[in-house]
Nanobody
Framework: VQLQACGGGLAQVGDSLRLSCAAA?????????MAWFRQAPGKEREFVAA????????EYSDSVKGRFTISRDNAKNMVYLQMKSLKPEDTAVYYC????????????????????WGQGTLVTVSS
């Protein structure tokens, strides 16, 4: 499934941003768990948040828990990442990713489990 992420930009500490990821039409999206990962300059890609195919379960990294919220709209083939209380350490390129799953499959925070990736959107948080 083709993914297109957008919504990044320049923010100040404490600001909010909402990232969006649009999936190409088709049934793959509704059969896929979705996730956001990020990669800061000079660092490894890290897990941010994930949501099951039906949206009933979510998982977050400790660094964003309580500040970020992942959600999805299967009718629109969209997944979102609402980011609040942004910090300089949130600066990174954010990628959305999709993983086709069966209903009982647990959420994965391993980027190797995700087959489809968007192109990334840059979030810069300035102090």
């Amino acid at each position: 499934v083709q993914l297109q992420a957008c919504g990044g930009g320049l923010a100040q500490v404490g600001d909010s941003l909402r990232l969006s990821c649009a999936a190409a039409p088709g049934r793959t999206f509704s059969r896929s768990a979705m996730a956001w990962f990020r990669q800061a300059p000079g660092k490894e890609r890290e897990f941010v948040a994930a949501i099951t195919r039906g949206g009933g379960s979510t998982e977050y990294s400790d660094s964003v828990k309580g500040r970020f919220t992942i959600s999805r709209d299967n009718a629109k083939n969209m997944v979102y990442l609402q980011m609040k209380s942004l910090k300089p350490e949130d600066t990174a390129v954010y990628y959305c990713a999709a993983r086709e799953t069966i209903l009982t499959m647990p959420i994965s925070n391993d980027h190797n489990d995700y087959r489809y990736w968007g192109q990334g959107t840059l979030v810069t948080v300035s102090s």
